[in-house]
């Protein structure tokens, strides 16, 4: 969202107001706002060293991000993500650039516009980021739901809406500068302050839409959801119906994604509340100071970048590529008890559990001396053929895996 709000009343009036900016400025176009803004013009004293701070600390952020992706790379791993946040910390390191240049050139209004833009843009990218990985969400806990035509076309609709309010968002911050028409500054700043309160709305969505999906788990559904052996694993071991993908526990994907998009909601939210008041531009308010605008704008993000770059994201929210059915993110691998996080839940009894690992001992060792005597004759000890005897052994649930083996590595019966 632009720092700058559109006057409602013609650039002449700036003079009356007796602004030592406003006479520095020749008359326009680009016209100087008439309304305080968010951060105020820079000066070299006091914004050249902060931008500089934060400039070196996006740096680092873009290199790291960027070595990730390499090195993931190099091994056939594919994690856009880290792609992407090289590419906001970049955006963010020409923003501040652009802002430095301000500071020395305070009455280039092109200079200003420039770095308007910039920091209206860069922030969109976490929230389309927060938003693919709430989709994941809810693809993992509802894989019929979630990968349906309809639920796909809401998300994309989502999408397309968020580049639609960053053109309208550049469009509108640009017009306002160039017109001096009191109507068109009017349904700017009305634009303005519908795009700010769209993406306050859109920086926040995440949160819900992850929270709703793990709090009301869908129903067990064996079929189109995973592969045969993945759905014997399962019933066996009455396993809740996570379509798991990424390392780590959900409950850590849950906090990582609802702590990052409450940051980034606070700093729309207050980046809104700002453009709805308006106050003049020699008489600004405490909430349009400078450390106001440099915490809730590139504070938070530097907060949200570090952690995910931290809490190795690129592992916790790694899908197999080309995924587009469900069961696609677990691959078809059932986790195995050693492997089960606080999301996967075994509900069988431990005693019982035992109690089954020794009866596979027992039977299988039995099994096992019986079958070069039932090679000879064909039949087994109870006078059942090859074919009948693991049959019977089929039906029993508990068994049903460890005959799989079996015939793997002795071969079928005729």
């Not at 740096?59 to 960027?66: L, Y």
């Not at 309160?197 to 995440?206: K, N, R, S």
Request: charged letters at 15%; aromatic letters at 12%.
């Amino acid at each position: 969202m632009s720092n700058y709000t559109a006057p409602t009343s013609p650039p002449a009036a700036v003079a009356s107001q007796g602004s030592s900016l406003a006479a520095a400025v020749p008359p326009g176009p680009p016209y100087i706002p008439q309304t305080a803004q968010l951060g105020g013009v820079p000066t070299i004293p006091v914004d050249v060293p902060i931008c500089s701070v934060l400039l070196a600390l996006f740096a680092f952020g873009a290199a790291t991000n960027m070595t990730i992706f390499q090195l993931n790379r190099k091994h056939n791993y594919k994690f856009l993500f880290s792609g992407l946040l090289f590419g906001f910390c970049m955006a963010r390191i020409v923003a501040l650039s652009m802002r430095i240049v301000w500071s020395t050139r305070p009455h280039d209004l092109n200079v200003a516009i420039a770095a308007q833009i910039f920091t209206a843009a860069g922030v969109l990218l976490l929230f389309v980021t927060n938003l693919v990985f709430a989709q994941r969400m809810v693809r993992a806990y509802h894989p019929r739901f979630g990968w349906h035509a309809l639920t796909s076309t809401l998300f994309g609709a989502i999408f397309v809406s968020v580049v639609v309010v960053l053109v309208m968002v550049i469009t509108v911050t640009i017009q306002s500068f160039f017109t001096a028409n009191p109507n068109t500054r009017r349904i700017d700043r009305d634009v303005q302050l519908s795009c700010a309160t769209y993406l306050a709305f859109i920086a926040f969505l995440p949160v819900p839409i992850a929270l709703l999906a793990a709090t009301f788990p869908a129903a067990f559904e064996t079929t189109k959801m995973v592969q045969q052996q993945q759905q014997q694993q399962q019933r066996r071991l009455s396993l809740t119906p996570v379509d798991r993908f990424g390392q780590g526990g959900f409950r850590t994907k849950l906090a990582l994604l609802a702590f990052t998009a409450l940051l980034l909601t606070a700093g729309a939210v207050f980046r809104a509340a700002v453009a709805f008041q308006t106050r003049p531009i020699d008489n600004p308010a405490w909430y349009q100071s400078k450390p106001a605008y440099y915490l809730f704008n590139f504070g938070v993000e530097i907060v949200v970048v570090y952690t995910y770059v931290l809490s190795r994201f690129d592992r916790r929210f790694h899908v197999p590529d080309g995924s587009s059915a469900p069961g696609h993110y677990s691959s078809g691998a059932p986790p195995t008890p050693t492997e089960m996080s606080e999301d996967t839940v075994a509900v069988r009894p431990p005693t019982a559990k035992r109690q089954s690992v020794n009866s596979f001992g027992k039977r299988s060792s039995t099994w096992s001396r019986n079958k070069s005597r039932s090679r000879e004759r064909g039949t087994g000890e109870t006078g059942e053929t090859g074919s009948e005897r693991r049959d019977s052994v089929m039906r029993d649930a508990d068994l049903e895996w460890m005959a799989k083996a079996m015939r793997e590595l002795y071969g079928e019966d005729e």
